[in-house]
């Protein structure tokens, strides 16, 4: 698979003095790739997060389905005027 070049953009954000001062002290710390590679983790875990709750929610419409609670063996099309109707 080929990736087109994307140029970087910059962000900045704030820490605290005392952070700032600690991070100083250990200069041979690459820290934007630190931060970098670490917004990119927290980027894959949310993702991963996202599809595995997607995955979860469709089994669970599959297994109301089976069971046939909300639709009384009707078609999706009679359900929805039983509930139209219902409304009025």
């Known amino acids: 698979m080929q990736y087109k070049y994307m140029a970087d953009v910059t962000v900045s ?3 605290d003095k005392s952070t700032h001062s600690m991070m100083k002290i250990h200069d041979e710390i690459n820290w934007s790739a630190i931060i970098r590679k670490t917004v990119a983790e927290k980027l ?3 993702n991963s997060l996202d599809k ?3 995955l979860n929610a469709a089994r669970n419409i599959d297994k109301l389905r089976k069971k046939k609670i909300f639709d009384k063996g009707g078609s999706a099309t009679q359900i929805i005027r039983e509930w139209r109707d219902k409304r009025k």
Request: net charge positive; aromatic share 12%; glycine share 0%.
């Open 52 to 54: 595995e709750r997607a």
């Open 13 to 15: 954000f704030r820490i």
């Open 44 to 46: 894959r875990q949310l």
